[in-house]
């Protein structure tokens, strides 16, 4: 397995799949590098759902634009990954928000993509985040309960194409010593 640094580096946002199956072993050791991520107060506010049939799939697809450079993805890729946040945990403290920024669960979701993005990457997959789309469609679709809403779309499989790397920002173009 590559270092740690070299993983992130080459991770890219990948839109282009083959057909193959993804194992079962590959897709629970991604949802066990999720399983470790860490949360506030490790409630582990995130709910997965595995999306592999395609009528499913074709649902999801009609809540996302098909301006989305990921619109072909969600039918391309042999499973996508919607993850969700279970509301009213992370960021409370005794059913009360402790936060300045409320429901924490956006940082504690960001947190388990990046482990799952970089897991996948570090096993030869590709994975997209998606964000654009009607979410409240997609939680249909998903028949999500009340108190869990899909935050994203996740893409996953063998990659066909793989993208050049995006300039970076100089770590001296946002760096801070003391103040801003």
């Keep these: ?18 057909d193959k199956e993804i194992p079962e072993e590959i897709l629970q050791t991604l949802l066990e590098a999720v ?8 409630t582990q506010c995130w709910e997965i759902v595995a999306v592999k ?11 996302v634009p098909a301006s989305n450079p990921a619109f072909k ?4 890729a042999p499973v996508v990954l919607a993850v969700c946040a279970k509301y009213g945990t992370s960021g409370y403290y005794k059913e009360v928000v402790t936060t300045k920024f409320g429901d924490w669960f956006m940082f504690d979701l960001g947190l388990a993509t990046q482990s799952l993005c970089l897991t996948a990457h570090s096993m030869g997959l590709g994975t997209v985040v998606v964000g654009l789309y009607e979410h409240d469609k997609v939680n249909a679709a ?21 993208p050049k790397a995006p300039k970076r920002r100089d770590v001296s173009e946002f760096l801070h010593y003391d103040s801003f």
Excluded at 35 to 42: C, D, M, R, V
């Design 1 to 18: 397995m590559d270092d740690l640094m070299t993983i992130i580096k080459q991770r890219r946002s990948i839109r282009n799949y083959s």
């Design 35 to 42: 399983q470790w991520t860490p949360s506030w107060a490790n």
């Design 53 to 63: 049939d395609t009528k499913v799939k074709e649902e999801i697809q009609q809540a």
């Design 73 to 76: 993805s969600i039918l391309n």
């Design 142 to 162: 998903l028949h999500l309960p009340d108190g869990i809403d899909n935050v994203a779309l996740i893409p996953l499989g063998f990659p066909t194409k793989v």
